[in-house]
Every structure is written in C-alpha cells, then in structure tokens.
C-alpha cells in the first residue's frame, strides 16, 4: 500500500521515494527519461527533484538540461498539477563561484520556472550556501517569491548544521518562509554526518528530510563488489572509497536481508532509509525501468526487526 507523507509542516504529501532528476541530460537521454517518468508516475508516485545546475557537469551542457526535460515531459502529460516539483538554487552556473543573494534568486527563479514551463515550483531548496550572504537576505528573496506565488515552500540541502540553524530562527524572527526539508547525503554508508549533526535540528524543527546518495552512488547495489566491478558505470570511480572492511560487512548485511525479504540489496538499502526517523522519502535515480521497479517496489518494502538490526549493526558508525 502506497504511504504518502507529508513534507514538514507543508501542504505537500509525496509517496516515499523521489526520481532524482539528476541523470535528465547526463546518463539517459529525452526519450529514456520520459519513459522513466511515465513509469514513475503510472506507479501512483508523485515527486521529482532537479536542479538547476543539471547537468551542467556533462561536455556541452550549460546547466538546465534536466527542468527543461521535465518541463517538456509535464507539458506533454498535460500533469503538471499532479507532480510535485523540487527543484534548487545557489549552485554555480557559470559565475564562478556559489550564489544565495536576493538579487541572484529572483533572477534564477525566472530561468527555471521557464525552462519546467510552469508558474510556480512546489519545493524551492538552496542548494549550496555562500556564507558571505546573511541568511536573512536569501529567506527576503524567498518571501517575495511566496508572496508572488511562484515558489510554495522552501527548504536546504547542502548548509552546514549552523547556517540551517540560523536560518530557521531568522525564518522565524521576521516572519520569512521557514525551511521544511532539508536534504543530506544519508544512506547505510554516509550515517555519521548526517545523524551525529542534522538529525537532531531535523527532530526540534520538524523538518522532513528528502536524502540524496540514497544508494551510496550505487555501491548499495551491490553491483560493485571488488575493484574489477569499478568499470561497469560512468560513476565506478567513485565507488572505490566504499570498498572496505565496513562496506564490505554492510553488503553482507543487505545480502542476507534481501535474500529473508525475497529482494534485492538496492531494495533493502532503500526500505532501511524509508525506515529511519525523520526520513519522509529518499531521492533515487534510474536509467532503466528495471532498476526503476526495484526502487519503486522499496516504497512499499516493510523490512522485518532482525533485519533492520543487522543492517543498523554492520553499517554502525
């Protein structure tokens, strides 16, 4: 049974587990990624998260790639006020440098709302931080943007536990809009950063988290067991930090589980996350409607006690 959850004190209620619309652009083309948000969507799942730095990292791309690719998929469907749309701002596109001013939001906003080909975004994330901008400033630029209806809740990703600290309490000092997600790199592996240092903030403040890596940039698949496997996917290089005495056990771990569930480990590894306390979906992308379906059949995995222990013991930090 599909659970949907709501997003901090927001309106907004997703199903449990985001596309993540970082691979638009880069690792799947325009065709490949309208089936997969056809197959997401036919699946009774709702949100997509972009930005709109992606993929500006690929050869030839300037950033853009991937709202303009879901702008024209929402366009086509005729669906945009069933999707929830999570997009981001503050990355460096072209600048040289991270940008949270006002003046930079407003115009930013303009170049995403244009290129998702709608009137208002459903989740407005600060991307990356610049601390040489008060806080204050960039929640001013978000209030004016709720006030003109094109952004409807707002909430961070990558600011250190003191700035999303302050910026909460500024949000609430002058009646700004208030963060409602925040999302961190969390999964089995990454557990320490996030639960020693936001984790807490998220409880106090009720915040929802939305987590990226969610299958460790696939390690959690279990499709990269020894340095050999490295080379199956343009993402192999950053896999090789994961193959350790730790990893290694925690692949055990989602071995066993998924084998007592009748699944598979990538399966497992999202289940685990869905399971954590303050966790409302985990972003996960897909370039094939088989992985797809693995991921969407974790929404509704119910891991039993012994194997959540198992999980949390290998994967201790």
């Known amino acids: ?23 638009f652009g880069w690792t799947v083309d325009e065709n490949r990624s309208f089936e997969l948000l056809d197959a997401f969507s036919a699946g009774g799942f709702n949100c997509i998260d972009t930005a709109d730095s992606y993929s500006r990292w690929v050869p030839g791309n300037k950033g853009g790639e991937s709202e303009t690719i879901i702008g024209k998929w929402m366009k086509q469907k ?30 930013a906003v303009e170049d995403s709302l244009n290129r998702l080909q709608t009137d208002y975004i459903d989740l407005y994330q600060t991307h990356w931080d610049n601390e040489a901008t008060p806080v204050e400033e960039t929640l001013e630029a978000y209030d004016t943007l ?18 999303l600290t302050a910026s909460l309490a500024a949000g609430k000092r002058h009646n700004y809009p208030v963060y409602q997600t925040l999302q961190p790199e969390y999964n089995l592996y990454d557990r320490k950063n996030f639960e020693e240092n936001y984790q807490p903030i998220c409880r106090q403040h009720k915040l929802s988290v939305i987590n990226y890596y969610s299958l460790a940039s696939g390690f959690l698949s ?29 692949l055990s771990a989602l071995d066993k589980a998924a084998a007592a569930h009748s699944t598979t480990p990538a399966a497992v590894a999202i289940a685990w996350l869905i399971a954590q306390p303050t966790v409302a979906a985990p972003i996960a992308s897909a370039t094939s409607i088989e992985q797809l379906n693995v991921l969407m059949a974790a929404s509704t995995l119910q891991l039993n006690a012994e194997a959540i222990a198992g999980l949390n013991e290998s994967s201790a930090w």
């Open 146 to 163: 709720v006030k003109q209806g094109k952004v409807r809740w707002t909430g961070a990703s990558n600011l250190s536990p003191e700035r």
């Open 78 to 107: 005729g669906n945009r006020q069933k999707i929830i749309i999570s997009t981001k701002v503050g990355s460096d596109m072209g600048q040289g440098h991270k940008d949270v001013s006002k003046k930079y939001i407003l115009k």
């Open 222 to 250: 279990g499709k990269y067991r020894s340095e050999a496997d490295l080379g199956k996917s343009k993402r192999g290089g950053g896999i090789k930090k994961y193959l350790n005495e730790r990893g290694l056990r925690i």
């Open 1 to 23: 049974m599909m659970q949907f959850r709501q997003l901090g004190n927001s309106d907004l209620k997703i199903a449990a587990l985001i596309f993540g619309g970082n691979v």
